[in-house]
């Protein structure tokens, strides 16, 4: 079954050079891999000590961020190496400042990971979430690294759970200990006689959680919403706008921030031509250095650029999260949570705990068409009373759930220290 899978992975790479040229986020992920190992070996010299964090993409890190800080912390002597997946994580996360190294994560191949272990050779590491890559955790196994999953989440329909996914099932042998977000994946484990294992919550709690310390002011935003009710979108697809934008063209004396999910130009002036109130991006503004002030004027605000929805959601009276009409669904709603403010999501969020939860203890309401989505919203509008009381339920659940981090964080030192 190796030879299998490393002949697949040969192939796939192979495969994915050809579609680069024609596929630009394939093509991200193709070259932003080429200079890897000549970084790494600029970075890393053979007395540095390391700890080795892996994320798929932007929500994993998100994810490991709590931990890598406590990390980074508690053992300063030692560098952070980052490596990523997607290029939807590592291109928005490529300048962060917690990690020493960010890199793209080579290819599964043989060659690449023992290229790879030589340069880095981590004290520690750590897989956000999933992704498992079995050339590398058998390299982790044999080297004997402690290796560690968190904010793991296992379902009954992965691999690890059919007659043929044995071959997966010998991979997670390289974890010491799994920290996982529920108790059914505890469950699921516990089926495959693993018993090395925490139900520590999801790190992101503390992630979002933190977010209330740091500095959340836009004082354009402050001016744009000018002590008016607004309500801030987030994250949004076509097919959540297609809902929005009918209720933006027929609702007065509310304000709308969009911060689309793709910031794609011909998306962005087609939604900006849909809306009949006075609108303006985010562009425009910040190119033309418009006085702030002015902003006072307009209902409807696009952002169109990535970095600042989590301050912008500081200032909403009433979130909506897309994704929720497309798949895999629902986008992050514990940033919006955080701040106590009540949440509008499409149907689609079946994979998404938090989600789950939210909609179950009605902080959050899940709308399946134009009619549910107009009445949540003007429910929402009207009645200051319901906002805030669904607010406190988004920011409570957000601090009943913290301290994932401190938990693991106990293990590994316990773990040291004997």
């Known amino acids: ?22 596929n630009k986020k394939i093509s991200l992920f193709v070259e932003g891999r080429k200079p890897v190992f000549k970084i790494l070996s600029n970075k890393i010299k ?21 931990v890598m800080e406590r990390m980074k912390s508690r053992f300063p002597n030692h560098l952070i190496v980052l490596t990523f997946f997607s290029p939807s994580g590592y291109e928005v996360r490529k300048n962060n400042t917690i990690a020493d190294v960010t890199v793209y994560l080579p290819m599964d191949t043989q060659s690449n990971v023992a290229q790879f272990m030589k340069i880095v050779r981590p004290d520690m590491a750590f897989f956000i979430k999933y992704e498992y890559w079995p050339n590398y955790l058998n390299a982790l196994q044999n080297k004997e690294i402690p290796t560690y999953l968190i904010s793991g989440i296992f379902r009954e329909k992965q691999v690890f759970f059919k007659w043929y996914g044995g071959f997966y099932r ?29 139900v520590s919550g999801d790190t992101r709690f503390d992630r979002v959680s933190s977010i209330l310390n740091q500095n959340n002011q836009l004082a354009f935003i402050e001016e744009f919403k000018n002590n008016t009710l607004t309500i801030v979108i987030g994250s949004s697809w076509q097919k959540d706008e297609a809902l929005l934008v009918k209720y933006i063209n027929t609702t007065n004396n509310v304000k709308f921030i969009i911060a689309p999910h793709n910031i794609n130009m011909d998306q962005i002036a087609n939604l900006k031509n849909q809306i009949s109130k006075k609108s303006i991006l985010f562009s425009s503004y910040n190119t033309n250095e418009m006085d702030a002030s002015k902003l006072a004027d307009y209902e409807v605000f696009i952002i169109d650029t990535i970095g600042i929805l989590t301050k912008i959601y500081s200032y909403a009276d009433i979130v909506y999260v897309g994704g ?24 689609n969020y079946s994979h ?33 009373g319901v906002r805030l009381e669904k607010g406190h339920i988004c920011s409570t659940f957000v601090e009943m759930n913290k301290n994932a981090s401190e938990t693991i964080m106990n293990y590994i030192i316990q773990k040291k220290t004997n």
């Open 324 to 347: 929720g009409f497309g798949n895999p669904g629902v986008h992050n709603i514990l940033e919006p949570a955080t701040f106590g403010v009540p949440i509008v999501i499409g149907p």
């Open 170 to 198: 010998n991979a997670l042998n390289a974890f010491e200990h799994f920290f996982v977000q529920n108790s059914n994946s505890k469950e699921l484990l516990l089926q495959l006689g693993k018993t090395n294992v925490t």
């Open 46 to 66: 053979a007395y540095d000590k390391t700890i080795w964090f892996h994320a798929a993409s932007l929500g994993e890190y998100e994810q490991g961020l709590p």
């Open 1 to 22: 079954m190796l030879f299998i899978y490393n002949l697949i992975v040969v192939l796939a790479d192979f495969i994915l050079k050809i579609v680069a040229l024609f």
């Open 352 to 384: 998404f705990a938090e989600a789950i939860a939210l909609v179950k203890m009605e902080g959050c309401i899940s709308i399946n068409n134009q009619e549910e989505l107009n009445e949540s919203f003007d429910k929402l509008i009207q009645n200051e």
